[in-house]
């Protein structure tokens, strides 16, 4: 298979890893850094005509089955419709999906009308701190889920918060159809470059069904990711970076209880679980991929935009609610996310 990595960053390096570590020789590589270019060329072995400046040189020229897109948002839709349009066959993009609902769009038509499988790298499906937790909530013993609250630190709306928003869809299985945020004033340097900027602060979701997520990463918060998932008959505690998971839930014979007895007779628990990581769960979505099924698709990478956007609205108008059944979202609402 022909296959090529355009973006060799820090998260293009670990795509770089996972393709090894799934024996799919790296065909071609591309990035506008050339010490980029050199260092990942000279350690995966690839020839010096293979190593392009231009990524759209790349695709024009290798015309890869196979791309992995990891250059920063601003690229992501050129490059997605470019390779859709030169016969490549499969796409895994990195997320945030793209700056704007409107390069999303465009990059789910341009992938759907030429038979391209697009996956976008929300991995949330396939990492054991929520599998877990999943199944642990569907339980007859659990009895379903409240609510979610994630407590991290200074992570971004966008580099980070979007997976969140992909998890509560995946617990849910229904998407978020309120959006309430507010944002902090100060904003911190951007390691990608100053054109780059993230919020930090905090968002409120709910589903139609009245299932809600709350989740806090303000600038003043330098530490942890830690979720909690409140359910009818418990509550799971996960410490994602030290791969802890706790939980307390009402013995059986008190689970038909009303809830506002909420000091029943309950059993704790913990387990390990494995920490949270890149590499792993992104060689299975792109394995995922390979296979042609249950990938996080374009249309997810999309639902999680799209519930970003409405976030920076409601911060502009004080935190008011946003209804997603209600106020169409503007398209080219754009942000200037890496």
């Not at 948002?73 to 066959?89: S, Y």
Request: aromatic share 6%; net charge negative.
């Amino acid at each position: 298979m022909i296959t090529a990595i355009v973006g060799l960053g820090r998260m293009g390096m670990r795509h770089a890893s996972v393709l090894e570590q799934c024996h799919l020789p790296i065909t071609a590589i591309s990035d506008i850094n050339r010490d980029a270019c050199e260092t990942a060329g000279n350690n995966y072995g690839i020839p010096e005509e293979r190593r392009f400046m231009s990524a759209i040189e790349l695709i024009d020229q290798i015309r890869p089955e196979l791309l992995i897109v990891a250059t920063t948002a601003p690229g992501h839709c050129e490059l997605v419709v470019r390779a859709a349009r030169n016969g490549t066959k499969m796409i895994l993009c990195e997320k945030p999906m793209a700056t704007n609902l409107r390069d999303c769009e465009t990059m789910i038509s341009a992938c759907n009308s030429t038979g391209v499988k697009l996956a976008i790298n929300h991995q949330m499906r396939f990492m054991e701190q929520y599998t877990i937790p999943k199944s642990m909530i569907e339980s007859e013993a659990f009895g379903g889920l409240g609510s979610v609250i994630v407590s991290a630190g200074n992570f971004g709306m966008a580099m980070n918060g979007t997976h969140y928003f992909e998890m509560f869809r995946y617990l849910c299985g229904e998407d978020s159809v309120k959006v309430s945020a507010w944002f902090s004033k100060d904003e911190l340097a951007n390691p990608r470059g100053p054109q780059f900027r993230d919020a930090s602060g905090s968002i409120r979701l709910e589903t139609s069904s009245g299932k809600r997520f709350y989740m806090d990463c303000s600038h003043d918060q330098g530490h942890g990711m830690n979720v909690t998932y409140n359910c009818r008959n418990g509550r799971i505690s996960v410490d994602e970076l030290a791969g802890n998971l706790s939980f307390v839930v009402r013995k059986g014979e008190y689970r038909g209880e009303s809830t506002t007895r909420y000091g029943m007779p309950y059993e704790t628990g913990s387990k390990t679980i494995t920490p949270a990581d890149a590499v792993a769960p992104t060689r299975s979505v792109l394995e995922a991929l390979l296979k042609g099924s249950d990938y996080p698709t374009g249309e997810h990478g999309l639902l999680a935009m799209k519930l970003l956007v409405a976030a920076h609205l409601s911060n502009e108008r004080g935190g008011a609610t946003i209804d997603l059944r209600e106020e169409p979202i503007s398209r080219d609402y754009t942000l200037p996310i890496a």
